[in-house]
């Protein structure tokens, strides 16, 4: 089995891996061991910068039991120009599971048709199913639950929002995404999750009109990597997407905020949103961790 997307999944599987990061998370802070991949080896193959990914996937496997071993792109053949389906037969002689954290999704697919253990999306530009997951066990934390609730994603229509309408569509979560015009989600991605039963999501342009009785409200950075270049374009795009005091007193007053981070303080956020108590994004962050080591018990 692999994770490359959140459609991998079957709602069960999304509960479960909830109920097991939440049960991982309070062994860890009762200081109870939890070691059951002894003698696993896990391979990370990045091709983008990482904090959050690269440290909670070695951290995760390291509490489990087992140890990692980290190849950036300079660090690997594929840098070289080996083909991406050499590269796999071989890992997979090597290692239990690969994280890969690349760019195009095709790369990952590709990787994953030749690999013989599981492989794992730690980001491409098209999606970030970890990060989502993350995200929703952080819901379930501070809500109770994921059922009945509005979630707003404001900002780019980019691999979190992709993510978050697969996850939204497979759980019944209300969504709403406030994208400016050109910057919206993946059409394909919409048209599949659209044509699941239950599903609510819907696209608008004006995020005052979204962000009205939501109880989560979620954005990240306007110019992800890859997109430096577009800054200034996306800046100009993105004005009056910012999630600042005054959009939080337009929806519910316990309304959760969340990013993936890193945040660019002052555009896509304010400060003094993101320090302030409506804010999770430090939980979100940790959370992180428990959900790899629950991903990691799953596949392997």
Same mark, same amino acid.
């Given at each position: 089995?692999?994770?490359?997307?959140?459609?991998?999944?079957?709602? !069960?599987?999304?509960?479960?891996?909830?109920? %097991?990061?939440?049960?991982?998370?309070?062994?860890? #802070?009762?200081?109870?061991?939890?070691?059951?991949?002894?003698? +696993?080896?896990?391979?990370?193959?990045?091709?983008?910068?990482?904090?959050?990914?690269?440290? !909670?996937?070695?951290? =995760?496997?390291?509490?489990?039991?087992?140890?990692? &071993?980290?190849?950036?792109?300079?660090? !690997?053949?594929?840098?070289?120009?080996?083909?991406? %389906?050499?590269?796999?037969? /071989?890992?997979?002689?090597?290692?239990? =599971?690969?994280?890969?954290?690349?760019?195009?999704?095709?790369?990952?697919?590709?990787?994953?048709?030749?690999?013989? /253990?599981?492989?794992?999306?730690?980001?491409?530009?098209?999606?970030?199913?970890?990060?989502?997951?993350?995200?929703?066990? @952080?819901?379930?934390? +501070? #809500?109770?639950?994921? %059922?009945?609730? %509005?979630? /707003?994603? &404001?900002?780019?229509?980019?691999?979190?929002?992709?993510?978050?309408?697969?996850?939204?569509?497979?759980?019944?979560?209300?969504?709403?995404?406030?994208?400016?015009?050109?910057?919206?989600?993946?059409?394909?991605?919409?048209? #599949?999750?659209?044509?699941? #039963?239950?599903?609510?999501?819907?696209?608008?342009?004006?995020?005052?009109? =979204?962000?009205?009785?939501?109880? /989560?409200?979620? @954005?990240?950075?306007?110019?992800?990597?890859?997109?430096?270049?577009?800054?200034?374009?996306?800046?100009?795009?993105? *004005?009056?997407?910012?999630?600042?005091?005054?959009?939080?007193?337009?929806? *519910?007053?316990?309304?959760?905020?969340?990013?993936?981070?890193?945040?660019?303080?002052?555009?896509?956020?304010?400060?003094?949103?993101?320090?302030?108590?409506?804010?999770?994004?430090?939980?979100?962050?940790?959370?992180?961790?428990?959900?790899?080591?629950?991903?990691?018990?799953?596949?392997?």
């Amino acid at each position: 089995m692999n994770l490359l997307t959140i459609h991998d999944l079957e709602k !069960s599987d999304i509960d479960n891996l909830l109920e %097991k990061a939440v049960a991982l998370k309070e062994r860890h #802070k009762r200081g109870i061991p939890h070691q059951p991949l002894k003698g +696993k080896v896990l391979g990370l193959i990045f091709e983008k910068p990482s904090t959050r990914t690269r440290v !909670s996937f070695e951290t =995760a496997i390291c509490h489990l039991g087992g140890n990692s &071993i980290f190849l950036s792109h300079i660090d !690997s053949q594929i840098g070289r120009g080996e083909p991406i %389906k050499d590269t796999a037969r /071989v890992m997979s002689r090597y290692v239990d =599971a690969v994280v890969i954290r690349t760019y195009g999704h095709e790369i990952i697919e590709e990787y994953a048709r030749y690999s013989t /253990v599981p492989v794992i999306n730690g980001l491409t530009d098209l999606h970030h199913p970890c990060q989502v997951l993350a995200d929703i066990m @952080t819901i379930v934390e +501070k #809500k109770g639950g994921y %059922k009945g609730l %509005k979630v /707003v994603w &404001i900002g780019d229509g980019n691999n979190m929002a992709n993510s978050w309408i697969e996850a939204a569509a497979r759980l019944g979560i209300e969504l709403r995404l406030a994208c400016p015009k050109g910057f919206q989600p993946d059409t394909g991605v919409l048209e #599949k999750a659209r044509a699941m #039963k239950g599903s609510f999501v819907e696209v608008v342009n004006n995020p005052k009109e =979204a962000i009205r009785e939501a109880d /989560v409200l979620n @954005t990240d950075v306007w110019a992800s990597m890859g997109h430096e270049k577009e800054r200034k374009n996306r800046l100009m795009a993105f *004005k009056g997407y910012q999630i600042g005091p005054e959009m939080l007193e337009l929806t *519910k007053k316990d309304v959760m905020v969340m990013h993936c981070l890193p945040a660019h303080r002052g555009e896509e956020i304010t400060e003094e949103v993101l320090e302030g108590p409506n804010s999770v994004v430090w939980d979100q962050a940790e959370n992180r961790l428990h959900m790899q080591k629950a991903i990691l018990e799953l596949l392997l």
